[in-house]
């Protein structure tokens, strides 16, 4: 579009200077009405509290396995914490602990890779029960798997274990949900065997189905005599009890029946801190302000800024494997694995400070596992990775950033503009490759374009020689103008980045323009 030259003549350059979009993603208002620190796209940039930083890579923990890893499954005693693998095509479980290629199995013979599982220690010891649902639950005391039925040792009588779909430790007792029902059983104390016992829950869910999941709830964000147990049936109805001993009524009790939505398949449920999250169809739903709700206030939803993502997204892959609610407290982040299709899984992440939302690509997990306080995800192709604390580069490619922050009048709407140059303002320890550009009156047309980074080989300390070697940096800032040239009433300002070994935080954008008039 052209301007009138006699008009450009007498516009007056202006400069704005945006905060990086720490507002986060914001997929839920209008165009022309998000805040300028919000932004319409931002993906593998985590929204911090004064900056958009790039994540973190992933590097490889374990091969030698086939087909999916589907469950990841970890053991804590006081002394020993171990990683185990379950593989989709050779069915074996896998330990996984130490970085490298698996050695043999430890357990083989099933027939489901989804397991779920619970850690319990009793004056017996520590040990880790699986189950699946298919196959004979298995319990792990360090050493030994043994696969639990009703004549083993131990045992678990009066049901048959291998239904069982879900564990949980809950007052000192083992929970399980049996598969396709509504009825859950428990354990006796401190038991790791026993006559199990069972809780019915037909007479009360009222829209029927079959029970999905269960959770602690700890009011007081401890462990204590006021926690209750909550389970949510594949109908989205949420039944909570509070009590010690199931079988007394004086000591347990029914403490209601909230409707929710539909969870999104059986890792869907998770504690978090005093609450508990609930991953459904309407999105990641804080517990405790779900059930004062019932589906009524959408706004109190944790991804209510992304709802129409998640809505989205549950409409188009909601029958895939792989949904998970995963909480990393070490980087104040929580994230639903979204499996958008073989290879395209990725993550909706939300940092649990600021509750702002940003898109993760780029990490290929089909289930996620929190051990020794790191993150790590099996994948396809009989792979563990470790994610984010690795280096900035995914398993050796680059990481590539991209974000089109929100549409800004700059305070004139109406009033057409020529934008000129913007600059941002980055703080490094290398020289990353970064791209500036600008999406005009809400274009969403715009992708990202192709750029590549090479690395500089840094010298390794007590391998390099002190004078020959080129040695990394620290933190610096960067703040290179660069051309624009578009015409618009707005302008949502486009970040792109590739990046391998090199640390982005992205402070703020400084841009250039010169204003005309309305129908200049």
């Not at 549409?407 to 109406?414: A, H, S, T």
């Not at 999406?439 to 969403?444: E, G, P, R, V």
Request: aromatic share 12%; glycine share 10%.
């Amino acid at each position: 579009m052209a301007l009138n030259p006699a008009k450009i003549a007498r516009t007056v350059a202006h400069a704005e200077s945006l905060p990086a979009p720490v507002g986060g993603w914001n997929a839920r208002d209008a165009l022309a009405n998000m805040a300028p620190t919000d932004a319409v796209t931002l993906t593998n940039l985590y929204p911090g509290v004064s900056s958009c930083d790039l994540r973190g890579g992933y590097l490889s923990q374990a091969t030698g396995m086939n087909g999916d890893v589907q469950s990841l499954l970890v053991y804590q005693a006081p002394t020993l914490n171990q990683m185990f693998a379950v593989d989709s095509v050779g069915l074996k479980v896998y330990n996984v602990s130490n970085p490298g290629a698996v050695g043999a199995s430890v357990f083989s013979g099933l027939t489901n890779a989804i397991w779920d599982h619970a850690n319990i220690s009793t004056p017996g010891g520590h040990f880790m029960y699986a189950c699946n649902g298919t196959d004979a639950p298995l319990l792990y005391d360090g050493t030994t798997w043994t696969a639990i039925t009703n004549v083993s040792t131990p045992a678990i009588t009066g049901v048959n274990p291998s239904l069982f779909i879900n564990c949980l430790l809950f007052k000192n007792r083992m929970w399980f949900i049996e598969k396709n029902s509504l009825r859950a059983w428990y354990l006796p104390t401190q038991s790791i065997g026993g006559a199990a016992q069972m809780l019915d829950m037909g007479a009360i869910a009222t829209n029927g189905g079959y029970l999905v999941d269960m959770c602690a709830w700890t009011i007081d964000a401890g462990f204590g005599v006021d926690d209750q147990l909550c389970f949510i049936t594949n109908k989205g109805e949420v039944i909570v009890w509070h009590g010690t001993d199931p079988a007394s009524a004086g000591t347990w009790a029914e403490v209601g029946v909230w409707q929710l939505g539909a969870p999104m398949g059986r890792r869907s449920l998770i504690k978090y801190a005093g609450d508990c999250l609930l991953l459904c169809v309407d999105g990641l739903w804080p517990l405790a302000g779900a059930l004062q709700s019932s589906r009524t206030q959408p706004q109190v939803a944790l991804s209510d800024k992304i709802k129409n993502a998640i809505q989205k997204a549950t409409i188009a892959y909601g029958g895939n494997f792989g949904w998970q609610v995963f909480i990393y407290p070490k980087q104040n982040a929580a994230w639903i694995n979204v499996p958008a299709g073989a290879g395209q899984q990725q993550q909706y992440v939300i940092n649990t400070i600021t509750d702002n939302w940003c898109n993760f690509t780029g990490w290929p997990a089909t289930c996620w596992a929190l051990f020794n306080d790191e993150p790590y995800f099996g994948s396809s192709g009989g792979k563990v990775w470790k994610a984010w604390d690795t280096g900035y580069n995914d398993n050796g490619q680059n990481i590539q950033s991209f974000a089109i922050q929100a549409f800004n009048f700059f305070e004139m709407r109406g009033v057409e503009k020529y934008f000129t140059r913007a600059r941002p303002n980055l703080i490094s320890n290398g020289q990353p490759t970064v791209l500036m550009g600008g999406a005009l009156d809400f274009d969403l047309t715009v992708q990202p374009e192709p750029i590549t980074f090479a690395p500089t080989p840094y010298g390794v300390w007590d391998v390099s020689r002190w004078d020959q070697a080129l040695w990394g940096q620290s933190l610096t800032i960067y703040n290179n103008w660069q051309g624009l040239a578009g015409i618009g009433y707005c302008l949502g300002t486009v970040f792109q980045s590739a990046s391998m070994g090199i640390q982005i935080s992205w402070a703020s954008t400084d841009i250039v323009f010169q204003a005309g008039w309305a129908g200049i």
